[in-house]
């Protein structure tokens, strides 16, 4: 049966449904407006008790999921959002043993998700320019025990990423299409591309260079996520949701097949076999 | 640069997004009303490359992503869609490493992701009655090289599972709240449970008996997506869209505080320290 | 050109979009925290004049439309809101001349869309059990100068309504199956039904017994309503949106066929030509 | 108690819920490949009648709502839909008695729409280049009975409209921002200007120029109308929607207050008071 040991990361949820983060550490104590628990006396209990403190409040002693990680994450400007990370993953093909690239790091929400699934034989590479946001993104991924996936690297991407060949690419940038030539460049062919953008106007923009960098197979969507209230007797969704957080886009890098000469009219089949 | 390898599974995307999955096989042909391409034509080229069969067809050679290959699913039952699944991934909390068990098998779409994201570190054991929806599903996940990371089990669930300590279990059933003993044996102290369910009836009825079987924190969302043309000067989601494919219903496996005794009332924090 | 005149009801939109309703009177003062405006400076000017205060600070001066009237209800319950009003006119086919009957009052918001729609030559009846309510709404309609095409009853519809012969019916009520009976006998055949219910319990339960009750043609639906921020040069959806109102449900009053008896097999047709 | 008349147009609804439309004539018949019906049958029974044919399919009788008879239009155009223009209604402030301008008539389904909320005192007119439409949008109207309320107008609005001062108007058009000084010139001070157009580039062009052209107030908006199977012990969703018919724009004519000239400052209250 499951327990609890010393310098678990652990998250107490209020029946109220607060959540607070914790590193269990013997000798000290965990201090909320409703009261005080002991570490010790929540180090070494199963997974999942429900706890009481001195003021009668409960708690559930509960591991985080990776879910409940993202949306704790410290943030200093607008993380991408679990319902959209899930998303993106299955589309970039995310998964233990792939080497990812991302720009920018921001505050690490997408950075910790994408350490958490390639694991231990992947590597997550992370472009930003401020030191101070991939500072914040590495504490964040230290809390969370995930900074050993993560590669930083603090340069602007405008001069090309260091990687080739790379599965995938994510950009969190206010104008990707700046970008495509480098990161046509650092994908692998066939390579995964992705971006979220909060505007029209900026899809629009994507989409047109896409087209022009060697990329294809584009797809623009959106994901709405709407909660009910979980009472089973009178069954209805929450009274307000997130209405938009971002457009999410992909493409593939392709290598375009070379225009047909008109001498090569004969020619029964006319593969686009570059040289290797 | 990576090129294809005889024996790669790979995937034929025509500009008009139709998509053919075939594994290279040398001497073999691809043929399909629009025309012929040798495999021998594919194997050793660069992965991405636009390639133009003897009628001037065009495709693009391509690496399935995950999301691709739950969409080319054979499949004789509702499959879960990647919308879903990249939220469940999230929310079950699925990683390198992971032990998941989930009922029903189906045809296999949400054990193939499973599969793919626990990796070889990690376990999927699914469970089904029906011996010919596990041989399907046996077969999809072969089909993608993943088969060695489930484990099938051909019984009924209303026996209990073989299993117990579980990090996370997902319930693909008309009524899972029938079976809510067994789940909560199965799953580890604190351990995740997930189902999807199309009737809001059904998530009614399993609310109402998760709060009987020592779960908590139920958490009941639906997830739309809305795909857009990928045309930048005329930018404008698709006509139709999928309204529905289900509910999703997650809960956290707990272990209630005991009622207080009248006569405890005297000790200052009375942690629920169930026996270990 | 069209200005205002004494007596108006005119509404002053800031640039911030906050909202002020008032009626022009010679002689009075509009007082904001934000400065003072004097009615006579605002009689006799054209309509969608920009007015600036003492203070600076500028305002349209609009006639409130619809919609804006909806939203500026004095309410004491929760209304219905524009989104779904506006379905349920084309609905249940109000428009100029109709006769239309609603319980429960509440707020008076629909009670207000009614009758600014049935206009002079209709009527809208409405029900409620509580005086009070009624009372608000009347002070609502008032307001907007509405009140002459509303005519209230100030009983429970338990006991039935004191109309026949209706041409549409909406129930604003937790229960409305209960008083299937009563709404079947209120309208006319094949009259139009409606009612607004918050949760997916009470829509099974209201087509359980509609079916019972001689109507047919049952509709479900919900209206979402997304509002983007309106800038031409970034394009995107506020933050946030309402994520339910309520589930709209629709039905016709109908005459089933009798039962074919089975001596009547003979004739060719069989009319269902109850006596009238 | 009421009944059909000769000369009713008349709604059948099959079980399956198929819908057909018939103007009712002593003497004919209606034939579908299900069977025959005599009129003489249908006329001076009730509304709301179930009719079984020869054949024992069953039909309801029914008056078409408004709804119905938009969605029954004879189209040779893209036509708004009945979740759209419901909210138009509220949002131009259409009524008994209003005047409204729109372009282009296209099939005329919101002008059927207008033509039914204005009624008698009320006149809607409607401008298209193309006599085909108008002449199609005349006979939908006329099958209806509403063309007493619309007039037509066969010319190009580049050339401006032939009214001014008029309450609302519409403009389902490709490139509205076109129109924009006659727009402004046809729309009473503070008139309501109303907007659908399908991609997020038009909103943007046309947001661009409703600020340069003396209009303020700007709205845009989507609507999603998501249909429930209507069946009490298995609610849900319907698996497919209508993912998009348009973006809605609306907007308010306004007068900009003059720029405040230097030495006016010493004015307390500066009313943005034309000449009338």
């Not at 409040?57 to 509960?62: A, D, F, S, T, W």
């Not at 690297?153 to 969190?172: K, M, S, Y």
């Not at 909660?227 to 457009?247: C, I, N, Q, S």
Request: hydrophobic share 40%; with cysteine.
């Amino acid at each position: 049966m499951r327990s609890t040991h010393a310098d678990d990361l652990a998250m107490l949820v209020a029946h109220d449904q607060k959540r607070f983060f914790l590193r269990l550490e013997p000798g000290k104590d965990f201090q909320t407006h409703h009261g005080i628990l002991q570490h010790d006396d929540l180090i070494g209990i199963p997974w999942g008790s429900e706890i009481r403190n001195h003021l009668g409040k409960c708690y559930y002693l509960l591991e985080p999921t990776l879910r409940d990680l993202l949306l704790n994450i410290k943030r200093r400007s607008q993380i991408i959002f679990p319902k959209d990370i899930g998303y993106i993953l299955l589309r970039l093909s995310i998964g233990p043993g792939k080497t990812v690239v991302e720009a920018g790091t921001g505050s690490g929400a997408l950075t910790t998700a994408l350490a958490w699934m390639v694991g231990q034989p992947g590597k997550v590479i992370s472009y930003d320019r401020r030191e101070d946001m991939q500072a914040l993104a590495y504490r964040n991924l230290k809390r969370v025990g995930l900074e050993d996936q993560v590669e930083f690297r603090l340069h602007d991407i405008a001069e090309g990423f260091d990687e080739t060949d790379i599965d995938a690419l994510f950009l969190d940038l206010p104008s990707p299409q700046i970008y495509l030539p480098q990161a046509r460049a650092v994908l692998g062919n066939g390579g995964m591309f992705g971006s979220i953008l909060p505007t029209a106007n900026q899809v629009s923009a994507l989409l047109h260079d896409l087209q022009r960098n060697d990329f294809a197979l584009m797809e623009v969507c959106e994901i709405f996520l709407r909660f009910y209230k979980p009472v089973p007797e009178r069954l209805r969704p929450t009274d307000r949701m997130v209405a938009h957080t971002g457009y999410l886009v992909f493409a593939r890098a392709i290598i375009p097949e070379p225009q047909p000469e008109t001498d090569a009219s004969n020619a029964d089949f006319t593969p686009a076999k570059p040289k290797r």
